[in-house]
């Protein structure tokens, strides 16, 4: 893995899926790159390091910068859009797309670094994301639900998906019949898939979960009656009534965690995040998952930890109501 050598997975429809290597882990992150009649659009972009991933990854695919039309970030969470400023000043023609409620964090991105370095601290920020670098407005397109945007030959059909993040918004591409959902439609690791499937579950990170609007956006994007769904963690699932019923079943569950311990005090923490790691432990083992204890620490660990500050967020805020 390197820029030398990006890992790039081909699908049908001119749609493929780039590995940022974000972390420097594999299948943890991707960006998607959508090629129709000369003119490309990226779906997420990872960090700053993933910047030169995604640019070998052009250039392998033989596609000039001049043509990539559309930056679109699902939603300004720093492993979608944390790269945005830098790649948009490498792709001359480009208009980054993105929610109303995120534009100005793309604008001027401090707030979007603040905020994020009171959770991981500075040293940490300064590894995992580097300097966020602001988009000039005048190449920043705010979509509204239902806006159409046009590439290649085909359109963009743009929809307000909250739940996971307020600033979030899902493509649906009908021509391919396929879906870009971010975070919207959860995650599901790669090195999860067994014979029975792909495993996905819900993150509700924080600061901004919902889970009657989560369970909407689920519903809205199945209404579409889509082949599949792209995932930024991690890319291409099929199977989507199924996977749909587990991600309602999923929040469910992570409610009935966090309002379990919504008296837990100090303890609240270690007892929900404990009940996640069970919860997730058990339907791995229903699924037929042969990894062991640590592997899967290794691939769900960080959404655990993840899932519930986002849960206790939510608990507090439901608290202050
Ligand atoms: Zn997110």
Known sequence: MSVADPIIVD????????DTEFHNRLQLDASHLIVDSGEAAFVDVGS?????VLMAALERKGIAPEQVRYVCVTHVHLDHAGGAGEIMRQLPNATLVVHPRGAKHMIDPRALYEGAKAVYGEEEMQRT?????????ARVKTVTDGERLPLGGRELLFLDTPGHAYHHYSIIDEQAGVGFSGDTFGLSYRQLD??????IFPTTTPIHFDPEAAHAS???????DLGAMYLTHFSRVEE??????????????????????????????????????????ERLREHGCRLSESEIDGVVGMDVLLNTQGLIVWLDRRAAA
Not at 48 to 52: D, G, K, L, V
Not at 194 to 199: Q, V
């Open 11 to 18: 699908y049908e429809h001119g749609i493929s899926c780039i």
């Open 48 to 52: 700053n390091y993933s910047i030169p």
């Open 129 to 137: 994301y580097g300097q966020l670098l602001p988009v000039p407005e």
């Open 194 to 199: 067994t014979a029975r499937g792909a495993f």
């Open 218 to 224: 689920i519903d809205r994007l199945m209404s579409y």
């Open 240 to 281: 989507l009534p199924r996977l749909a019923a587990d991600m309602h079943a999923g929040l469910d569950r992570l409610v009935e965690i966090a309002l379990a311990h919504e008296q837990g005090g100090a303890e609240r923490f270690e007892r929900i995040s404990g009940d996640i790691r069970a919860w997730l432990g």
